[in-house]
């Protein structure tokens, strides 16, 4: 009975949350996790990426096109096409804003394909594969999964920030941040802008 006790004692102390121990058992697990997720993701990227390096980026004038003019009720108040045409990668960044201008949204998409598409893009695709959670005073970090789509999202406490980001159909590298905006409300916009469209 003694020894049963003594054994109970111990899964309580090290099975407690506040335990520095137990924090670090926890931490290791998810950084074999986190890269056995990367080893994984590298090896199906492999393929991805000869396919995306084969493949004809979208023009200037198809993300234009894409581009729409107003997202969840904000209209479109700018656009940049073709910062990334000297690295020869296909880019567009949109700006949105309310009524009131109280609220502002702004999307970046980056195309992975081509040969320095596919190149920019592979690295931030292992990202995608880690799975993380932290949270301080000021910010909330986090990956979730949202529509059948790995995503990143961050919220910046102190001044209302919203940040997302996540990959479309294993090319496109969306970043989307929304200015006095809740992560929902983002999200709301990310969905008004008919993503699917791209790849078409």
Not at 134 to 157: H, L, P, Q, S
Not at 187 to 199: G, H, Q, T
Request: aromatic letters at 8%; charged letters at 35%.
């Amino acid at each position: 009975m003694k020894k049963l006790i003594m054994i109970l004692l111990a899964v309580l102390v090290f099975g407690s949350c506040d335990n520095p121990v137990s924090k670090k058992i926890k931490e290791t697990k998810q950084n074999v996790s986190n890269t056995k997720e990367a080893f994984k993701e590298m090896n199906e990227m492999q393929k991805d990426i000869k396919e995306l390096q084969q493949t004809e980026p979208l023009t200037n004038e198809e993300l234009k096109e894409w581009l729409p003019d107003k997202v969840n009720g904000m209209k479109r108040t700018g656009f940049k096409a073709g910062q990334g045409a000297f690295m020869q990668i296909a880019m567009i960044e949109g700006t949105y804003t309310n009524e009131d201008k109280s609220k502002k949204f702004r999307v970046e998409i980056m195309d992975g394909a081509g040969e320095m598409g596919a190149t920019a893009t592979a690295g931030v695709r292992i990202l995608f594969s880690q799975e993380f959670e932290e949270e301080d005073e000021y910010k909330v970090r986090r990956t979730v999964k949202k529509n059948g789509r790995k995503a990143i999202e961050e919220y910046r406490k102190n001044n209302d920030r919203s940040e997302i980001q996540f990959f479309h159909d294993d090319r496109f590298y969306v970043k989307a941040t929304g200015d006095n905006m809740s992560l929902e409300e983002t999200w709301d916009a990310i969905d008004d802008l008919e993503m699917d469209d791209l790849s078409s």
